[in-house]
């Protein structure tokens, strides 16, 4: 399963080519990328940078659940943000990564890849991408690092037996192996493109660029958080990227947060 080590020179020539520069922080190994992350924007780190690590040791996702990081095969990274927008925006931040990683992974497998809300990019319906934002309140405004795991040469095989059915990976979706680098410069050069848009135009065309990457409009849903339960027919996202949900009478819930699951029939 592992492959050749990232080229940690190469990469950085290569994200230097970027407008916003992505100065990279590379660590072999670490518990969680957004754990240094968040200390390096306390630490005054600039925007754009990544903290990338080969494996993690303690890799977490939504809802404190685990994320499997063996070394060699996937990508683990965390990406500093100060955008100049209100704290009640900041959930837009986490559907922007995600239609950047589905931009970018389609260039790879431009069959099958998709979104579900809030925070998880799909190909053929199984998860290949989990992002975690995580926010930190400033005197100048606020930091976002933004923790995104996205499964590259990883085989079925290799995940955890609860994963092996709803887990996937470039690899297995297309037959073949990817440079875990190109993926990477792929991700930065999709979210540069979404990220200056969003802070020039707002999340319209964000929104738009959302929609048009998920099926879950028109299907029935449960949302799940905590101990609460909804369901209903996703209609859309509202302005501040809710998940709008339709009741068997038409009526509106805006849901903010969960875990949707889509209600098979």
């Not at 080590?5 to 990328?33: N, Q």
């Not at 975690?132 to 690092?145: C, D, I, N, T």
């Not at 990457?213 to 299907?219: E, F, L, P």
């Amino acid at each position: 399963m592992v492959e050749a080590e990232f080229d940690i020179s190469l990469l950085r020539e290569r994200l230097r080519g970027f407008k916003a520069g992505f100065p990279l922080r590379y660590l072999a190994s670490v518990d969680s990328t957004n754990a240094v992350g968040m200390r390096l924007a306390r630490e005054g780190a600039p925007e754009g940078t990544i903290v990338l690590a080969d494996c993690q040791t303690a890799g977490r996702g939504r809802l404190q659940r685990g994320w499997q990081s063996p070394p060699g095969c996937n990508l683990y990274f965390s990406l500093i943000l100060r955008p100049r927008i209100e704290m009640t925006k900041a959930a837009q931040i986490t559907l922007l990564t995600g239609v950047a990683v589905a931009d970018a992974l389609a260039s790879f497998c431009p069959e099958g890849v998709e979104i579900k809300w809030p925070n998880d990019v799909l190909i053929n319906n199984r998860k290949v991408c989990g992002i975690l934002s995580e926010l930190r309140s400033e005197r100048e405004g606020m930091a976002a690092v933004v923790g995104v795991g996205i499964n590259v040469n990883m085989r079925k095989g290799d995940f955890a037996g609860g994963y092996r059915q709803i887990a996937t990976s470039l690899l297995e979706e297309s037959g073949r192996r990817y440079s875990r680098e190109d993926v990477l410069c792929s991700f930065c050069t999709n979210f540069q493109h979404w990220y200056e848009l969003f802070l020039e135009e707002g999340f319209g065309p964000l929104r738009q660029a959302w929609l048009a990457r998920t099926k879950m409009v028109g299907r029935k849903v449960r949302v799940l958080f905590g101990n609460e339960a909804r369901e209903g027919v996703v209609s859309g996202l509202d302005e501040d990227g809710a998940l709008l949900l339709a009741d068997s009478a038409g009526a509106i819930e805006r849901v903010i947060a969960g875990d949707a699951t889509i209600v098979k029939e």
